[in-house]
Nanobody, 115 residues
Framework: QVQVVESGGGLVQPGGSLRLSCAAS????????MAWYRQAPGKQRELVAH???????NYAPSVKGRFTMSRDSAKNTLYLQMNSLKPEDTTVYCC?????????WGQGTQVTVSS
């Protein structure tokens, strides 16, 4: 069974940084794409960043210039480097991966930006 597991969330002050990780149970190049989503209570789920198997990345306007997605194929891991964090970035961040056989979600990791 394919699994993706997030880690790296936590509490950080405004202006600080965090790096989220999403570890997959198979090669990340077997996915058409991988993405980070976030959903705050009472709000619609938001696509934060997406990367295709070929390496093309796209970012939500709200995080562009502050967040950077990368991957380590040897570790089957996707990363989200988050800099200049703002209180409005506070929420649960979930990793998503899709391939022809299905779509896979992690359990999420909480990010809290507060002084």
């Amino acid at each position: 069974q394919v699994q993706v597991v997030e880690s790296g969330g936590g509490l950080v002050q405004p202006g600080g940084s965090l790096r989220l990780s999403c570890a997959a149970s198979l090669s990340i190049f077997r996915f058409y794409g991988m993405a980070w989503y976030r959903q705050a209570p009472g709000k619609q789920r938001e696509l934060v960043a997406h990367i295709t198997s070929g390496g093309t990345t796209n970012y939500a306007p709200s995080v562009k210039g502050r967040f950077t997605m990368s991957r380590d194929s040897a570790k089957n891991t996707l990363y989200l480097q988050m800099n200049s964090l703002k209180p409005e970035d506070t929420t649960v961040y979930c990793c998503n991966a899709n391939r022809s056989r299905g779509v896979y979600w992690g359990q999420g990791t909480q990010v809290t930006v507060s002084s």
